[in-house]
């Protein structure tokens, strides 16, 4: 197929990252172009939680982390896994994660997240504004439970860093005063933080795809294309996808967990790898939940979305190859069942996505090296919903050639 009409900026990704950038751009008076192999929302952004987790400022890579790692890794049903076959595979990420431990790079990493997150805070809500999207948010605050005092104890370092970055919250040392923001709970539960400030989607598929609504009816397109490899060429970039070649002014590559394969058609080799996490959605709630629910040291989670619940969360490190383990979201619904009191565990279904994960939990935002009409906009971990729209008015501010609202230097990807 010979060269398309030109396009001002094609988006390439039509997850939540992707589609909120494309809106962006389009209200800057830019002719873009959406593309996706599936279609939208149809991956990472269909199934997760729909938690905007701007509470969540601490990178995964922490000090001291990696001698807690060799237990969790081991344990193929835990809150953190690493799939045997896969090992080989990921030495250049785990490299690179345990350089991230360093407490300097530990610290810095954390700055960048804060600034990250009160920009996409602020952004978030400016969005949910314009789209008239605030039928589609819950603003229920958010619950951490432990237990026993020794759990509880073990996290204080982390909530005082979040105080000391501006986030509110309150600790609760009782059953009793859980069950005022929650009951119902087992009583093994005697400690928690309460988030107030909080929010969730009723259902990140269904707010992703109210975002593309928008776009289309202001003008924008969006194609189904499977795409090869990006080329830059004199005033311009090529987009090679499975049917021929488009082309535009400039490109925007948001296709999470799968950008580092397009990313290497320009030459780099960013060390992206994937979270895969599982859940189980259930269509009705038999449980009264009140609150986005964490079980901290379970490493999983459990939100309404719809008029059902989700139960999700742990991280495999698998790849984006291997076939997926259910069991592991099994032993999430089977937990949910002994520490939510009458929860009725049947008719659920079950789901597995690619959360596209760097080394040092901070995604790529910049003009790619080399490429300067091709821009990055990947690699989130599980706070793409959360940082999708502060990424949008990055992304929007690189393509204008305006300074951004916040230092973009730790998110550029000659960093690793």
Same mark, same amino acid.
């Given at each position: 197929m010979p060269h398309q009409s030109h396009t001002e900026i094609i988006v390439i990704g039509a997850g939540i990252i992707g589609v909120t950038t494309a809106l962006a751009l389009q209200a800057e008076g830019r002719k873009v172009r959406?593309?996706?192999?599936?279609?939208i929302a149809a991956e990472t952004s269909r199934g997760n939680a729909g938690a905007f987790a701007f509470a969540e400022?601490?990178?995964?890579? @922490? =000090? +001291?982390? &990696?001698?807690?790692?060799?237990?969790?890794?081991?344990?193929?049903?835990?809150?953190?896994?690493l799939r045997p076959e896969y090992a080989l595979k990921i030495l250049p990420w785990m490299l690179h994660f345990w350089r991230a431990t360093a407490p300097s790079r530990h610290e810095a990493a954390v700055a960048a997240q804060v600034s990250l997150m009160n920009l996409s805070r602020n952004a978030l809500e400016r969005l949910i504004t314009k789209v008239g999207?605030?039928?589609?948010?819950?603003?229920?605050?958010?619950?951490?439970?432990y237990e026993g005092r020794a759990q509880f104890e073990a996290t204080l370092p982390a909530w005082e860093m979040r105080r000391r970055h501006g986030i509110a919250?309150?600790?609760?040392?009782?059953?009793?005063?859980?069950?005022?923001?929650?009951?119902?709970?087992?009583?093994?539960?005697?400690?928690?933080?309460? @988030? =107030? +400030?909080? &929010?969730?989607?009723?259902?990140?598929a269904r707010w992703t795809e109210h975002l593309a609504k928008a776009f289309v009816a202001a003008g924008g397109e969006f194609a189904l294309a499977d795409i090869r490899a990006v080329a830059p060429r004199d005033g311009g970039v090529d987009v090679q996808t499975e049917s021929g070649t488009l082309s535009a002014a400039q490109v925007v590559v948001a296709a999470g967990a799968w950008?580092?394969?397009?990313?290497r058609s320009l030459g780099h080799r960013i060390p992206l790898e994937t979270e895969?996490?599982?859940?189980?959605?259930?269509?009705?709630?038999?449980?009264?939940?009140?609150?986005?629910?964490?079980?901290?040291?379970?490493g999983f989670v459990v939100s309404k979305i719809g008029e059902g619940l989700r139960v999700g969360g742990a991280v495999e490190l698998g790849g984006l190859d291997l076939p997926p383990n259910y069991r592991r979201a099994e032993i999430l619904v089977r937990k949910t069942t002994e520490f939510l009191p009458g929860f009725d565990p049947s008719g659920g279904v079950q789901w597995m996505g690619f959360r596209p994960s760097l080394p040092d939990s901070l995604p790529v935002i910049a003009r790619a090296p080399g490429a300067e009409r091709v821009i990055y906009a990947f690699g989130h971990g599980h706070l793409g919903l959360t940082q999708s729209a502060g990424t949008a008015e990055l992304v929007a501010a690189l393509v204008a050639g305006r300074p951004a609202e916040i230092n973009l230097a730790p998110f550029d990807p000659r960093r690793f």
């Open positions: 959406l593309l996706d192999r599936k279609g400022v601490e990178p995964l890579a @922490t =000090p +001291g982390i &990696m001698r807690k790692a060799p237990k969790w890794l081991l344990d193929p049903l835990g809150p953190l896994s999207g605030e039928p589609l948010m819950r603003r229920e605050g958010q619950l951490q439970v919250f309150d600790l609760l040392e009782s059953p009793e005063a859980i069950a005022e923001i929650q009951p119902g709970l087992h009583p093994r539960f005697t400690h928690a933080g309460f @988030t =107030p +400030g909080w &929010m969730n989607t009723v259902d990140p950008s580092h394969r397009i990313a895969r996490g599982y859940n189980t959605t259930f269509p009705t709630a038999s449980f009264d939940l009140r609150t986005h629910l964490t079980f901290a040291n379970h």
